[in-house]
């Protein structure tokens, strides 16, 4: 390249300037002011920065001496070249030198009208930093100016690129902008927002954003939806440059395009010519697995062209736009599921209130009734007594759902069917390796049942330990889980249920008193079947009718000698066996009435049967105590069903369980004569 000049030749006032390429486009042009050094280099403080890692944070600079202009190696690590040549010591510059720095050329020229390079034109309208024309390359075809993988905003050295003020500026834009996509309840509202982030205060004319109906792997322009957009005038949008879209969704790229308007693979010319396009950014909706759709952002004729900052800040928009769009639509999703989960749990609550109603007219149902309507309005803690089988269970989902705590969940617990180290755990909850198996932290009975109704059946065989932690929770002390040492406090109503003696129990020292004292707020005697025996007509009819709902065998009714058949029975498994029995005839029965040939009931004990034992001891006319009493029972009942443990406890009316602790405390076992234990 000649030199047409000498610096000699210059005057102190003649304006001169340095020419910025990056990435391969003649870009950034800088007025070099007489008097003052131009210092050159990769940190933010130099007042032309390269943002190119081979060059030094202070590369090189440029003054004048003596109306000459120099340029002077800062000692940078890859050096300085003037026309293919290393800077050693102060260089003279000339009109049209070409500074090369790594990958970058900054040319030192008189005159900016004429261009660098044959095929490299400076357009007016568009200014630099400097309030200068910028450089732009002239072509019949729509120009992709820019390619952007990543933004400058998403690593640290973007405010070095743009420069410190405009970087506060559109960070604290882009800082007010993520806050309000964070407080959006739909994509369309969140589409707005970002759309009036993007056009307001901006050059841009208008904006766009167009969605994929569901993830694709090959998504087409054609199957994206315009879910937003947003204009600064009167104009109307027109998708536009389906060859730039496609690129975009292909690349994950976002582009910056010129000279729309000559694009001859745009589809329609007529909305084209009426909009008028000036320069277009399209930029991606992407986070790392998947693409949401584009962003279109464009001015029109009479507008200023969009430039490298404008695709960076719309790139960082729209990648904070799809972190936004993907955690909407995962709440969304939750939201989904817990209405549909509030649903289901209304309708399970409500299936549960209308299996907990009590069945029977008799004046002991009455009776019953009554106390539950007086004990469940006053949150107190319940003791519900009586036989296995009698509907204990029943009778706490009745004061659950007759309380105020109807709408929590009500939660059951059998602690007769866990050893001690389950039972803690089951009641307050574990942690994670607390004990062998523990792999994970388990929530307890008492945290579940917080703000409802926890019922605990076969109260009386906790043990002491557990007995006394159950009791400071009773107490409102709060608990920790099993392995654990935070405190948790819960408000739970606690409903319990016991066949057991637990009077006899505290005597045997094998049940706390106070514990007992506590429990014994409200007692709930629920009464046997056979001290009801009114209530079996209706109480056969409700699971006939339950039970033939749920099989193919619609049966209807019972006939007159299968009613009186159940009503001569003494049920000693109480509601649970009469339940049991109806099933198992409505299973059996060949015909839509019942008959006493379909009902299977029992060979246990008969009332006159029941009654001989009594009777034995009456006429004996001698001082027995309870527990002999029991004892002899028990023993009786073992010898009548040849010590088969399950059949006696059933006509005892008490668990298997309860009957092994009693044979323990009577010291009784089976005598060696009469063979193996078959229970």
């Known amino acids: 390249m000649s030199r047409e000049w000498t ?98 050329s900054l040319v030192f020229t008189l005159d900016i009208s004429r261009p660098p390079d044959s095929d490299i034109s400076l357009e007016s309208g568009t200014e630099t930093c400097d309030g200068l024309p910028s450089v732009t390359r002239g072509s019949p075809e729509p120009e992709i100016v820019f390619r952007r993988h990543k933004t400058r905003y998403h690593s640290g050295g973007g405010a070095e690129a743009i420069g410190r003020d405009r970087a506060s500026q559109e960070l604290a834009k882009m800082y007010r902008l993520a806050l309000e996509m964070g407080s959006t309840r739909d994509i369309k509202e969140l589409s707005e927002i970002v759309l009036e982030g993007l056009v307001s205060e901006s050059k841009v004319s208008i904006g766009a954003v167009l969605l994929l109906p569901k993830s694709v792997e090959q998504p087409e322009p054609s199957q994206l939806q315009i879910v937003a957009y947003r204009t600064a005038g009167d104009e109307t949008y027109e998708k536009v440059s389906n060859s730039l879209s496609t690129i975009v969704l292909n690349d994950w790229e976002a582009v910056l395009a010129r000279d729309i308007k000559e694009d001859s693979r745009l589809t329609d010319k007529a909305s084209l010519q009426k909009l008028q396009a000036y320069s ?60 549909k989960a509030k649903d289901e749990a209304k309708t399970l609550r409500h299936q549960l209130a209308i299996e907990s109603d009590l069945v029977g007219d008799s004046p002991a149902m009455q009776s019953l009734k009554d106390t539950i309507a007086r004990v469940a309005p006053t949150d107190a803690t319940a003791l519900i007594r009586g036989e296995s089988g009698v509907g204990k269970e029943l009778v706490a989902r009745a004061i659950h759902f007759s309380s105020d705590r109807r709408t929590g969940p009500f939660v059951c617990m059998n602690c007769a069917a866990l050893s001690e180290t ?92 106070d514990l007992f004292f506590r429990l014994f707020v409200m007692e709930i005697a629920v009464p046997a079947l056979r001290d009801h025996a009114s209530d079996i007509p209706v109480l056969a009819h409700y699971f006939l009718q339950k039970f033939s709902a749920k099989t193919s065998n619609r049966v209807q009714d019972f006939s007159d000698a299968a009613i009186k058949q159940l009503m001569e029975y003494q049920w000693p498994g109480n509601i649970r066996e009469l339940q049991n029995t109806i099933e198992r005839a409505v299973i059996l029965a060949r015909n839509a009435t019942i008959e006493p040939a379909d009902i299977q009931l029992s060979t246990r004990t008969s009332s006159a049967k029941a009654g001989a034992v009594g009777e034995s001891f009456k006429q004996d006319n001698r001082d027995i105590s309870l527990n002999r009493l029991e004892r002899e029972h028990i023993l009786n009942t073992l010898e009548r069903t040849n010590w088969n443990k399950s059949t006696a406890a059933q006509i005892l009316g008490i668990e298997r369980s309860t009957l092994d602790r009693k044979l323990k405390r009577y010291k009784v076992s089976r005598p060696s004569r009469s063979g193996r234990d078959s229970g």
């Open 7 to 104: 610096n000699s030749e210059a005057v102190s006032d003649q304006s001169v300037y340095l020419i910025l390429r990056d990435e391969l486009k003649w870009r950034n042009v800088f007025r070099l002011a007489p008097g003052q050094v131009t210092t050159i280099g990769r940190a933010p403080t130099n007042r032309v920065v390269v943002p190119d890692d081979i060059c030094s944070r202070h590369h090189c600079e440029i003054y004048q001496a003596d109306g000459e202009w120099m340029l002077r190696d800062l000692g940078s690590r890859n050096g300085t070249l003037i026309e293919g040549c290393r800077v050693t010591d102060d260089w003279p510059l000339s009109d049209g030198d070409q500074i090369q720095i790594g990958e970058c």
């Open 280 to 339: 277009v950014i399209c930029a991606p909706i992407r986070t790392k697995d998947a693409i949401y759709g584009l962003i279109h952002l464009y001015t029109t004729q009479g507008g200023s062209h969009l430039e490298l900052d404008d695709l960076d800040y719309t790139l960082a928009v729209a990648d904070q736009f799809a972190v936004a769009l993907e955690h909407l639509k995962e709440k969304i999703h939750l939201q989904d599921g817990l209405a």
């Open 422 to 513: 389950l039972l803690e755990s089951e009641l307050f909850g574990h942690e994670k390796g607390s004990f062998t198996g523990a792999a994970g932290r388990k929530i307890g009975k008492f945290e579940q049942a917080d703000r409802g109704t926890l019922f605990l059946d076969e109260v009386g065989e906790m043990s002491l330990p557990i007995q006394a932690k159950f009791l400071r929770v009773l107490e409102g002390h709060p608990f920790e889980r099993v392995g654990g040492g935070s405190p948790i406090t819960v408000d739970v109503r606690v409903v319990a249920a016991t066949n057991r003696d637990l009077e006899l129990a505290i005597e045997e020292k094998t049940f706390r008193q």
